[in-house]
């Protein structure tokens, strides 16, 4: 008592100076501390009135809600003093969307020299989202919610998680918004095909990517090929219930196989966005897969999509599966080389432990997800092991070769429309090249974009639309037929096509009175490269061999020192 009375006692002058000070400290501490008691007391009091949801980065609510943050938030941005404005995608799914703030550029197209597309400008969106560690009060549906977005720390790095707190009698109003949010979300990711890769690190699947839908039209193959794998793919993902009777898996897989550059992985692109699936993909030879990792892959694949396993031939060939004293491991991606004919090399191993057993049973096993369709794709496909590919597991082959004359008349009618559809036109060619004119497809989705007061971006366009001339159909057909004369069957790839015709994307008049010359080009370089190819594999094997011959000389030498 008497401390407490010293401590409050008035501080005089005559006082000892030491006292003063301490009891100063002692004071000023226990006044903060019960200030800070108070209000994590008062804070305490108040969240006790709030129903509070946490969403992970990791599950999907997570990237509806900050889409819908990004979109429909936007008014309660306006209002708050803390916010990130990005130009990334918002969410896994890469959907960044166009803000009421108007907050989008459409002049710095030619800064870079990045896209071009038909209206000649870029668009860049902006999002607007809730910065890290601030807490927002946004207002939705007549209640106030709090939303604070943290980042937490785990062993395989940093995770952000939003947590959104509102008062109300019950979750009703949190349900509500996860649905809203979904909705919209589902709205916007229409038009896109998602790409997740495999992660053999954590065995997981990583988003990698969303990707404009690509029309099927902008595929070339031969009649009748598209429509039949799609109408397989249809019937296949209608008849759940038919397969559950007979007892067979409810899986079904492709094989498309044949040269480099005719289509296989643009067909699959197509294919998801037609049907509406996500792709999955996994690269058998990538570092450190092994069976488990493989199994635990297959396990997690949601049970509509399309499982893409990319260059089979990669990862198991028929010499080294059958090899007695082989693992089935996959090789090397660098020595997975399209070019190279040469059977792999056991030693070329990147340390992955997975076996050809291993593969099939984590494509036939219990975990192995239902109702997803399998397309595995091969530039080689005789070095296949049979049990990859036989039915069951590989129910349709496709076999894509190098460019028909039908084809390269397709595709030159894919890059000039004619004057009668040049509205929708302009968006047919599609590239997946980054200077390929499915910018332009965007470009001419969205003629909306374009505000009044955006003249030069306008401008801008118009001249780019201008420089591509729009032909009559009768000359186009002129044009595609002369075109395709010229083109050889059966000898150059449809990806080099295609590379001819980005380059003369405005002078299809030129384009076709040059394409003979091309062509003498194409085969000279062609020629050419097969040459230094064999003058490089005629000194490697020369090398190899001279090595080979110095270590027995060395061994020779060494047996012979020992038995001196
Ligand atoms: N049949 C085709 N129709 C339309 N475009 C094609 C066709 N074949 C190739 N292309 C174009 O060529 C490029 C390469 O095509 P893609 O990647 O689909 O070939 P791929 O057969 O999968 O090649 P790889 O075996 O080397 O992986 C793409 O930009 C695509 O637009």
Not at 328 to 338: M, Q
Not at 383 to 408: C, E, I, Y
Request: aromatic letters at 8%.
């Amino acid at each position: 008592m008497q401390a407490i009375k010293n401590l409050l006692s008035p501080l005089s002058g005559n006082s000892n100076p030491i006292q003063d000070t301490l009891k100063l400290v002692v004071i000023g501490g226990t006044v903060e501390t019960a200030r800070r008691a108070s209000v994590s007391a008062w804070n305490g009091f108040i969240d006790s009135f709030f129903l509070t949801a946490h969403f992970s980065q990791e599950d999907y609510p997570y990237d509806w809600l900050m889409h819908w943050l990004s979109k429909a938030g936007q008014p309660a941005w306006g209002r708050s003093r803390e916010f990130d404005i990005t130009t990334r995608s918002v969410s896994r799914h890469g959907l960044t969307q166009k803000t009421s703030g108007d907050l989008e550029d459409e002049n710095d197209e030619d800064e870079d020299g990045g896209e071009f597309s038909q209206g000649g400008g870029r668009k860049r969106k902006v999002a607007i989202v809730p910065s890290m560690d601030t807490t927002h009060t946004i207002y939705y549906r007549g209640h106030w919610l709090r939303i604070t977005r943290t980042k937490r720390f785990q062993d395989y790095g940093s995770c952000a998680e939003l947590k959104i707190s509102v008062v109300a009698r019950n979750n009703d109003i949190l349900k509500r918004l996860v649905l809203e949010a979904k909705r919209e979300y589902e709205k916007d990711a229409e038009h896109r095909v998602h790409i997740f890769m495999a992660d053999t690190t954590y065995g997981c699947w990583r988003w990698n990517g969303a990707r404009q839908k690509r029309p099927m039209s902008s595929i070339v193959l031969e009649p009748g090929v598209k429509d039949m794998i799609l109408a397989d793919c249809k019937d296949f993902l209608a008849s759940e219930d038919w397969y559950a009777e007979r007892g067979i898996p409810f899986r079904r897989g492709y094989l498309l196989h044949g040269v480099p550059g005719s289509g296989k992985t643009s067909l699959i692109h197509s294919l998801a966005g037609e049907l509406g699936l996500d792709i999955y993909v996994v690269s058998l030879s990538s570092k450190g897969m092994s069976d488990n990792t493989l199994t635990t892959l297959m396990g997690n694949v949601p049970s509509r999509c399309i499982l893409l396993l990319e260059d089979l031939d990669a990862a198991f060939t028929r010499g080294i599966s059958r090899d007695e004293t082989s693992t089935g491991a996959p090789l090397s991606s660098s020595s997975s080389s399209s070019s190279s004919s040469s059977p792999k090399n056991k030693d070329d191993n990147d340390g992955s432990t997975l076996s050809l057993s291993g593969l099939l049973n984590s494509l036939d096993g219990v975990a192995a997800a239902e109702g997803r369709l399998l397309f595995a794709t091969t530039n080689h496909i005789e070095r296949l092991d049979p049990a990859l590919s036989r039915p069951g597991r590989m129910d349709v082959w496709v076999n894509f070769k190098h460019a028909t004359k039908w084809q390269a008349e397709g595709i030159f009618k894919c890059f000039f429309p004619a004057r009668s559809s040049s509205a929708a036109g302009m968006s047919a060619p599609q590239s997946d090249g980054p200077t390929g004119p499915s910018t332009s497809a965007a470009g001419a989705k969205h003629p909306a974009d374009a505000t009044s007061s955006a003249n030069l971006a306008e401008s801008k366009r118009k001249r780019a639309a201008h420089s591509i001339p729009v032909l009559s159909e009768e000359e186009i057909s002129d044009l595609a037929k002369r075109f395709a004369d010229a083109i050889p069957e059966n000898e150059l790839s449809v990806a080099a096509l295609q590379g001819y015709l980005l380059r003369n994307k405005t002078r299809p008049r030129e384009c076709v009175d040059e394409v003979a010359a091309w062509v003498i080009s194409e085969r000279e370089m062609r020629e050419k490269l097969k040459k230094e190819k064999e003058e490089r594999e005629a000194k490697e094997k020369k090398e190899a061999e001279e090595k080979a011959k110095k270590e027995v000389r060395l061994r020779l030498i060494h047996v012979s020192c020992i038995a001196y």
